[in-house]
């Protein structure tokens, strides 16, 4: 029998100092990967980011697939990032688009916000893929909610992490240390979440405005400024941008929306505000900018159009409002207050101008509303029927114009009373004058009104 030979002493040392040296190396790399990602997606703005950067990670570490799904407001979660394509095809993700509550191992710690390990996905009796499972291979997998904490102090589900092992991987446990470190990881993505969900709401306050849903002046003048500072795709000089680009700024303004606010109250303005935002977002291409840029002022931004499309843009919202106004339940409310739009635009094309006068950014938007407020003055005058001394005076300014304005609301009353001009058109004509004299004209009419129906 040959003689076993003793490994002396100090070569034992060796070894083990050399396997405790590589060991708190790995150790001292993976803690730091781990923290470098904690950080890294705690200050990640992007929530889809968010996602990825922790499916990558878990797919990675783990040597798994890793699906991440998130609530949608219904029965189902959605996917909402997947990692591990080069372990199963990605055309399994088909069955993890929606993943309703309670089903599968995602679903179900979804509905109990617990974190469940299963040793053998092939033979757990809650698995809802069981053909997907043995195709490939699935066995050793864990899932883990992503809660944060709700107003009432209760926790709040904002997703889940799914981590399913294959392979010659199939078999392997998660270890204490990583079920510790998934949990960690999870909390810091439930916190990236839950701050990437307070940047967008930020972001949506400061460029949306809250009543029409329609962008507010800073986005607007801020497209406008980036389309006129981009060169074309492919240009390798930069090109002025007067000599290369082409764009329309549409301005409307709604009529008579204070006297609709004083005579119905405030919430059918507001109605008779949406009706037009939606109109002009209903007809108005994806890349164009839509805009409410005052009280009762909108305006649209179209890069890259001609006259004719503009001329038919402008046709299809005036037509659409106008049906919207018809059709709408407050429609005799707004006809009695005279309530409308009155709307132009400002072209300007490429390598020169063709409807008004470009001459820097900021001036783009008065000229279109010049166009609008001119159109606003041709059918106000053309309605006031004046001899043709008076409406060149009226046309000079404000001031000339509030001398005339007892003598044309009174006139206006009279013949309203009397039965020669219907309710609906004498609050039209209060409404455009008011648009030019002042809002004090819807009082002023009032007690027009008042007054001759006394007389008579």
């Known amino acids: 029998m040959a003689e076993r030979r003793a490994v002396p002493r100090e070569k034992v040392n060796r070894v083990v100092r050399r396997a405790i040296e590589v060991g708190e190396r790995k150790a001292r790399k993976e803690v730091h990967e781990f923290f470098s990602l904690a950080d890294a997606i705690n200050s990640e703005a992007d929530l889809n980011l968010v996602f990825q950067r922790a499916a990558d990670h878990f797919a990675k570490r783990f040597k798994a697939t890793a699906i991440i799904a ?51 996905l092939l033979e757990w009796e809650h698995s809802v893929n069981t053909e997907i499972d043995r195709r490939y ?61 307070l940047v967008s709401q930020l972001k949506r306050m400061a460029e949306e405005d809250f009543l029409t849903g329609l962008h507010n002046r800073r986005v607007l003048f801020t497209r406008m400024r980036d389309h006129l500072n981009s060169n074309p795709p492919g240009s390798a000089e930069f090109i002025p941008s007067l000599e290369r680009k082409r764009m329309s700024i549409f301005f409307l303004d709604a009529n008579s ?37 005052g009280g009762d002022e909108f305006a649209a931004f179209a890069p890259d159009v001609d006259i004719p499309k503009s001329e038919e843009y402008l046709a299809k919202v005036k037509a659409e409002i106008a049906e919207s106004i018809a059709a709408h339940p407050l429609a005799k409310q707004m006809k009695e207050a005279g309530f409308g739009v009155a709307g132009d635009y400002s072209h300007f094309g490429a390598g020169g101008t063709t409807k008004g006068n470009y001459y820097n950014l900021f001036e783009l938007l008065p000229h279109a509303e010049q166009f609008t407020t001119q159109a606003e003055h041709d059918a106000f005058f053309a309605l006031l029927q004046l001899p043709a001394s008076q409406v060149e005076k009226a046309k000079l ?59 008579k």
């Open 70 to 120: 998130k609530p949608n407001g219904g029965p189902v979660l959605k996917l909402a990032a997947f990692a591990g394509k080069d372990i199963v095809p990605a055309h399994i993700l088909a069955n993890f688009r929606d993943i309703p509550y309670g089903r599968g191992l995602i679903g179900q710690v979804a509905a109990t916000m617990e974190p469940i390990e299963v040793p053998n």
């Open 137 to 197: 291979g699935f066995k050793r997998s864990m899932a883990v909610p992503l809660t944060t904490k709700g107003a009432d102090g209760k926790p709040v589900l904002v997703g889940v992490i799914g981590l399913f092992k294959k392979g010659e991987h199939a078999d392997e446990e998660f270890q204490p240390h990583e079920k510790r470190m998934v949990g960690v990881l999870a909390g810091n993505i439930a916190i990236a979440i839950h701050n990437s969900s």
């Open 257 to 293: 929306l204070k006297l609709l606010n004083d005579l119905h109250g405030h919430e059918a303005g507001n109605q008779g505000l949406k009706l037009i935002a939606d109109s002009l977002r209903k007809h108005a291409p994806r890349d164009w900018t839509i805009a409410r840029i």
């Open 397 to 455: 300014g404000r001031n000339q114009l509030h001398a005339h304005v007892p003598t044309m609301v009174d006139d206006m009353a009279q013949k309203v009373v009397s039965g020669e001009l219907t309710a609906e058109e004498g609050s039209k004509f209060a409404g455009l004058l008011a648009n030019h004299a002042g809002p004090f004209v819807h009082s002023l009419y009032q007690g027009a009104l008042e007054k001759a129906r006394g007389k």
